[in-house]
Antibody, heavy 120, light 107 residues
Framework: EVQLVQSGAEVKKPGESLKISCKGSGYSFTSYWIGWVRQMPGKGLEWMGIIYPGNSETRYSPSFQGQVTISVDKSISTAYLQWSSLKASDTAMYYC?????????????WGQGTLVTVSS | EIVMTQSPATLSVSPGERATLSCRASQSVSSNLAWYQQKPGQGPRFLIYGASTRATGIPARFSGSGSGTEFTLTISSLQSEDFAVYYCQQYNNWPGTFGQGTKVEIK
């Protein structure tokens, strides 16, 4: 069974850094793209970026380019989403997602979500 | 970036009735279109890909159609567990943009 298990909820202050994680299991981690989808409170779904663990090719949505960093550690089948300086507007639920291709879909498996709250 | 527009924003339907949701792309996405269901407090659930192919385990009452720029998701006879928000997503071009969602609520 494919599983994407994300790290727990975070509460941070503006300006702080953060790295959240997503561990894949039940499939060949290096053979599928994996990435992050943002859902702001009461809003829809937005791709942030995806990475191919096999060669670390990374694609960012224009809206998120330069705002976050996506990385992987193949040795432990884990993907990461990182901020260097959080803003209140980063408050959202973040889903780890596994798309079938470099276009970002379709997404057949989702993590349980990591709620990030940024507040002073 | 391709813009996906869903209509209506909210659909009020009685249990047992048919629901028809629409999704339009700002340019052709061929058949590279998926649908997802999301219930409150849960992550999205994969329903349909290739515009019309049901994902594993999805009941036959869910069907998708369309190609190019116009797509439809039909739920033939709404069950209580189907009341949720539905999103379409194109994956023809990165980033695979989502529609804003259609909320299917109980009438």
């Amino acid at each position: 069974e494919v599983q994407l298990v994300q790290s727990g909820a975070e509460v941070k202050k503006p300006g702080e850094s953060l790295k959240i994680s997503c561990k894949g299991s039940g499939y060949s981690f290096t053979s599928y793209w994996i990435g992050w989808v943002r859902q702001m409170p009461g809003k829809g779904l937005e791709w942030m970026g995806i990475i191919y663990p096999g060669n670390s090719e990374t694609r960012y949505s224009p809206s998120f380019q330069g705002q976050v960093t996506i990385s992987v550690d193949k040795s432990i089948s884990t993907a990461y989403l990182q901020w260097s300086s959080l803003k209140a507007s980063d408050t959202a639920m973040y889903y780890c997602a596994r798309p079938w291709n470099r276009g970002g879909g379709p997404i057949d498996n989702w993590g349980q979500g990591t709620l990030v709250t940024v507040s002073s | 970036e391709i813009v996906m527009t869903q209509s209506p924003a909210t659909l009020s339907v009685s249990p047992g009735e048919r629901a028809t949701l629409s999704c339009r792309a700002s340019q052709s996405v061929s058949s590279n279109l998926a649908w997802y269901q999301q219930k409150p407090g849960q992550g999205p659930r994969f329903l349909i890909y290739g515009a019309s192919t049901r994902a594993t385990g999805i009941p036959a009452r869910f069907s998708g159609s369309g190609s190019g720029t116009e797509f439809t998701l039909t739920i033939s006879s709404l069950q209580s567990e189907d009341f949720a928000v539905y999103y379409c997503q194109q994956y023809n071009n990165w980033p695979g943009t989502f529609g804003q969602g259609t909320k299917v609520e109980i009438k």
